[in-house]
């Protein structure tokens, strides 16, 4: 048979019950697993046999979620964390560390940018942000000797602004270094970034995946494809003996499929211990089971409420890579064919005091920090998720004073566009 597409690995990927077992992912909530002998638990803490003893390192119920996810993304392996901080920490801190340089693409989410710029940058690492539209050469120039990694998001939250994933991979495959993917608004329902060259797929697991605003958590996806071992000097975590971990090597005894992963719980889940809870997996399960169908409906009232914010004067701009006349429409059409999410993002007319007072007059979507929920909901980022950047870093994130972030959810786009046009009315008054 060939193998099952996104949508039936949505449904069914990841647990494989046997004869007579539950038929729904079981939630072991327990915190630790009961051995006979203490050789046989000695056996698990060295790695040699796979199994479980204690949740901060693994747990069946987020395992079968993991193996779920890396299914839909195409990857050889997967974990789960507790949110999607933890994800994009833990997936650079896995092969950069102090001394060490990252470049990042410019258009990313603020919690992230404020990880790397701020907290990861005392930790010692240092990164260079690029505009999306960086030029081949413009990236070259970017990469030093102790470069480790490239990273950049599908389509940026807030921006919108949707990655080249091929320029960027390219780049980074030019200069011996993963490009780590975080692929949170795409989801692997509309955008594998392994089938066009990343190596590592990072996801908030708390949007679009959950997509019920039920639980914080995130996940990251190996694609198995970067060979550590060319490049053993660079990735010497990943291609040395692990002191800290009775010296094992990850990449001879995992190979290049299994090598990251294993690190990544072995060392920084076991170090830093920012563990998804066995009953949050749970409830992402639950929604990862009709993401497919979800993500349809979110891309068609994103597509219904562009269109009609593109044709309104009250509008200054609108920004949704469905629009043809979008800067990264192109792109979209190579990257998203099927439709990219169902964030638009657009200015008010009259700035910032305009859009907060368009915000408070919306009857249906509320205000919230928050995004790719099935509710409709919007935030302005300015005063909010990125009010720790000054003007010429929201300017190279995408980010105007005037934008308004607006997350379509499930409900009708009859009904959201009247909403959006009663509050842009009484904005005029
Ligand atoms: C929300 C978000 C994050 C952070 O995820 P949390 O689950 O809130 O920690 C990272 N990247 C992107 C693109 C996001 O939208």
Redesign the pocket.
């Known amino acids: 048979m060939k193998k099952p597409t996104v949508e039936t690995i949505c449904v069914q990927g990841g647990y494989r019950p046997k004869n007579g077992e539950p038929r729904q992912v079981p939630i072991v909530q327990s915190t630790t697993f009961k051995y006979d002998t203490g050789e046989d638990m000695g056996k698990l803490f060295d790695l040699e046999a796979s199994g479980y003893f204690y949740t901060r390192l693994q747990n069946p119920t987020n395992d079968a979620v993991a193996a779920k996810i890396a299914e839909m993304e195409g990857g050889t392996a997967a974990m789960l964390t507790s ?4 994800a ?1 920490f833990y997936a650079v801190f896995n092969i950069a560390s102090c001394g060490d340089h990252v470049i990042s693409c410019s258009s ?2 603020g ?2 940018f404020n990880l790397f710029s701020v907290t990861m940058k005392k930790m010692g690492i240092d990164f260079t942000f690029l505009s999306p539209d960086a030029s081949e050469e413009e990236l070259d120039a970017a990469f030093r000797p102790n470069t480790k990694a490239v990273f950049g ?1 599908t389509i ?2 807030p921006a919108l602004r949707v990655l080249d994933i091929e320029k960027f991979a390219r780049a980074a495959h030019r200069h011996g270094v993963p490009l780590i993917v ?1 692929n ?2 795409a989801t692997p329902v509309n955008c594998r970034p392994f089938e066009w060259g990343a190596d590592i797929v990072t996801h ?4 679009y995946m959950d997509g019920h605003g039920s639980g ?3 996940c990251i996806v190996d694609s198995g494809k970067f060979d550590w071992s060319r490049y053993p000097d660079r990735f010497a975590g990943l291609c040395t003996p692990d002191e800290s971990y009775h010296g094992v090597t990850y990449v001879e005894r995992f190979g290049i499929g299994g090598a990251f992963i294993t690190k990544a719980t072995a060392q920084l889940m076991r170090d830093f211990g920012s563990i998804q809870s066995p009953q949050n997996a749970f409830l992402l399960n639950m929604g990862l089971e009709s993401l497919h169908v979800r993500m349809k409906r979110h891309c068609e009232n994103g597509q219904a409420v562009a269109e009609f914010l593109a044709n309104d004067p009250r509008v200054s701009w609108v920004s949704y890579c469905g629009l043809p006349t979008d800067r990264d429409y192109t792109l979209a059409q190579k990257y998203l064919p099927n439709g990219s999410c169902g964030v638009v993002s657009f200015g008010v007319k009259g700035g910032r005091a305009a859009a907060e007072a368009f915000m408070r007059n919306l009857k249906i979507a509320a205000i919230e920090t928050h ?2 929920d099935a509710r409709t909901c919007c935030l302005h980022p300015a005063s909010t998720t990125h009010r720790q950047m000054n003007d010429e870093e929201l300017l190279a994130a995408g980010v105007s004073p005037d934008l308004v972030r607006f997350s379509c959810g499930l409900e009708s786009a009859e009904d959201l566009i009247a909403d959006i046009d009663q509050a842009l009315a009484a904005v005029n008054v």
Not at 83 to 86: K, P, V, W, Y
Not at 204 to 207: L, M, N, P, R
């Open positions: 949110s999607g901080q933890a994009n990313i989410y919690g992230t998001e940026a939250n975080d949170t608004f908030s697991t708390t949007k914080v958590g995130g995004v790719a």
